[in-house]
């Protein structure tokens, strides 16, 4: 069945949302968020620690997006704009949510989807050796590809639940959700 | 030598790199896309520093927020000093973070795993 961007966007409203937008993922555009997000954030009841991890997560999401999201086939139903992606944050009863989705070429999706089953598949221990020997070792580039996933998980403490579907036969499409409890 | 000072924006930290005094400050957000263009000039000014440096260098990092990409630009300015250690000179890294802020404490603690030099973890009520 071809993937339904639409219903995507439908099945991931759920809960209170505290800020979505879907589009190019520019440097202003991660600025806006940011700045909205913090707005939203303090004016709630939630503790600094948790309002800073979730400001924490939300930026590494958003800008895992801006370094990696690919610009859409033509057979999606959304804009076809550079760095296409889509953001969600959330409150549902007692955690925060934080859904992205984004088009990504099918050869480059197969190095992602290593990526987060290396990362889902470590123990709480493991995350933190591997982290530093990843920060340590590998030389910086502009995305540090590789320590925002690890970091993602380092600091929710939970899975990247992940969702890859088939946009066509060169793109695919991925969704992610991450957890703060 | 010049001293390098940068003001604090909503996506860069403030910098003051005072080659006078020994004192290396970054301090706010450091979050920005492309953390190495802004760190470049900063690790360029500690190579120019580390060929006459002062007996003593005094680092504080005290930072709200930071990205994975500035977490490596961060490492790479601590490896520097690291070498300035090694050599004899006198280095103290003061890493200030904030009560209860579990991820700044930790980020600190993966730094201080990492480099060997003397590293004080000071944590600042809110």
Redesign the interface.
Known sequence: MKFDYNQWCFQKLNGDIIHKFSGSVT?EK??ET??SVENNLMKSDI???KR??V??VL??CV?NL??HADTPPLSADVEIVPRFGTLVLSKDRTFYRISTGNFLRKERMKEVEERLKMVNSLSDEDI?LI??DV??N?Q?????AG??LL?MV??TGNKLEYYIYTQDDKYSFLSMDVYIS | METIIREGS??TPYIRFDGEVGLIEVKGRS?P????EFYKPLIDWLERYSESPLDTTNVNIQL??F???S???I??ILKKLELLYKKGKKVQVNWFY?E????MF?AGE?YQ??IKIPFTMIEIE?
């Open positions: 440097s991660i600025t940011l700045n503790k600094l620690y800073k991890k400001f924490n930026l590494e800008q801006y370094h933190v982290y530093r920060l340590n590998q910086a580039s502009p995305n540090s320590l925002g970091d380092r600091k | 909503t996506k979050i896309e492309n953390s190495i709200e927020y990205n994975t990409s977490s490596k630009c490492l790479d904030e209860d802020d579990e991820d930790e993966d795993s990492i809110e």
